[in-house]
């Protein structure tokens, strides 16, 4: 219990920009390395030919079907914990990260088990061309190994970072890729497994790093999981499930965006899969720093706000928005600049693939810095327990405004319509989330104001 109170005055007490850099950088450390060991892949894949280096951009539109399942259940129950900490309800916490942790394992069994069924029919829908489709079939199947533990990782890394404990979160993600990153030659070039040797490796990796951090859950004052909390209740699902349904909007809609992207840019060749797929991953590099960022706010939004500290709330709002749109105007500058020579360093031996990405890459650095009061508005609004907002912003991005552009600029302007499709949908986006996030502030405000007038002694109402 005193473990418990020590982290609460941590988390409620610490200068605001002081606690949100000590949380943030074990969770950018390990999304950019997330991100790097993704790019590895890629690269590594994209030395067999320009068929395998499409066909990884093909099967991560699997990959974010796991990703969605995983990160609804984590940032569900994370979220979830942090409030009930928050409000000093330790059991309550207790029985939902064991709830949370072992049914996502189990889904992550049953999904492994209905995608080797339709495993054929199902790479073929996600955009995989005559000549992609080996390749990503190979990658597919060996991917499924790891289903269940990448789901898994996915909850116990957000209710550690939750917890104020993304230092150990930070350790298990890059154990697990750096031995992602020594396997994949190994296995892809050595034992000469080709894609399957990646999707090989990574799954091997993502068991270790699932280990480590099923390991770390119950140290440094963490939250340990127990069987015997594990009560498989609606009132946990439905929370769970109601603060998390917006990353399962986000992170469904990119593997649905993905597979329309595929299907659409298929009909220009290999090539263009491959350049945009090679650009898709250097962006989730961009983007990896931006999310861990976030997740340095998240636990700080979440406990306060269900400490009732709003102030602290606020300012830790403007201060993640300031510090990320400086951090990605750098990112977008050198990105615009450089674009041949990145794309380059995956597919040097094609300039068809180069022309594509360099394109591609140049259009969406202009509109990367809006990523900042996108991704951190989002964050917020979900963490402060508003799920429709959040759901409908997650839902903007890549559903109301991509789908349409990428269905129809394509038939109007041909391959830069391709290009030009995540660009115009992050404008559009942009103009939404503005006025979402100012209305969210000034509620906050509104609640702090009322907090202020509450006499010394007594507590105001809760906004739940």
Not at 256 to 274: E, R, S
Request: glycine content about 8%; overall charge positive; proline content about 5%.
């Amino acid at each position: 219990m005193d473990s418990i109170d020590s982290k609460y005055q941590l988390m409620t007490q610490t200068p605001v920009p002081k606690l949100v850099v000590k949380l943030a950088i074990p969770s950018i450390i390990s999304m950019v390395v997330t991100a790097i060991y993704n790019m590895a892949d890629t690269f590594f894949v994209s030395q067999i030919n320009t068929s395998a280096s499409g066909a990884v951009g093909v099967s991560f539109s699997l990959m974010a079907i796991i990703q969605a399942i995983g990160f609804t259940m984590g940032m569900g129950s994370g979220n979830l914990v942090a409030k009930l900490l928050g409000q000093k309800d330790p059991k309550e916490a207790s029985k939902v990260v064991a709830t949370t942790f072992y049914t996502t394992l189990g889904l992550g069994v049953l999904f492994s088990l209905l995608v080797l069924i339709f495993i054929n029919p199902l790479v073929r829908l996600l955009g995989a061309t005559e000549t992609i489709f080996p390749y990503a079939r190979d990658y597919t199947l060996f991917i499924l190994l790891g289903a269940p533990f990448i789901m898994s990782s996915y909850v116990l890394n957000n209710i550690l970072k939750f917890q104020g404990s993304a230092l150990y979160s930070m350790f298990g993600i890059s154990i697990g890729a750096i031995i992602n990153i020594a396997l994949d030659p190994i296995f892809i070039f050595t034992l000469e497994m080709g894609t399957a040797g990646a999707a090989l490796a990574t799954s091997i990796s993502q068991f270790i790093g699932f280990c480590i951090l099923l390991y770390a859950s119950g140290k440094g004052g963490n939250i340990k999981i127990n069987i015997k909390n594990f009560k498989p209740e609606w009132a946990v699902y439905k929370e769970v499930i109601r603060t998390g349904i917006p990353s399962f909007y986000r992170q469904g809609l990119a593997s649905i965006t993905g597979i329309v992207l595929n299907q659409t840019a298929g009909p220009f060749g290999d090539a263009a899969i491959a350049g945009m797929s090679i650009v898709g991953r250097v962006f989730f590099f961009a983007v990896s720093a931006l999310i861990g960022f976030g997740q340095g706010f998240q636990p700080v939004c979440g406990y306060n706000y269900g400490a009732r500290l709003y102030k602290r709330v606020i300012e830790a709002f403007r201060f993640c928005i300031k510090t990320a749109s400086v951090g990605l105007v750098i990112l977008a500058v050198i990105g615009f600049i450089w674009a041949p020579d990145i794309v380059a360093l995956f597919r040097r031996t094609d300039p068809v693939v180069i022309e594509i990405g360099t394109m591609a890459m140049r259009l969406q650095c202009v509109t990367l810095p809006l990523s900042a009061w996108i991704i951190i508005t989002n964050m917020m609004l979900q963490t402060i327990g508003k799920p429709k907002e959040a759901s409908v912003l997650s839902l903007s991005r890549q559903g109301l405004f991509f789908l349409p552009v990428i269905l129809v600029l394509p038939h109007m302007i041909g391959l830069l319509g391709i290009q030009a499709s995540q660009p115009i949908a992050d404008i559009a986006t942009f103009i939404l989330s503005l006025s979402m996030g100012v209305k969210a502030a000034r509620e906050l405000r509104l609640l702090q104001q009322e907090q202020d007038q509450v006499p010394n002694g007594q507590e105001a109402a809760s906004p739940e």
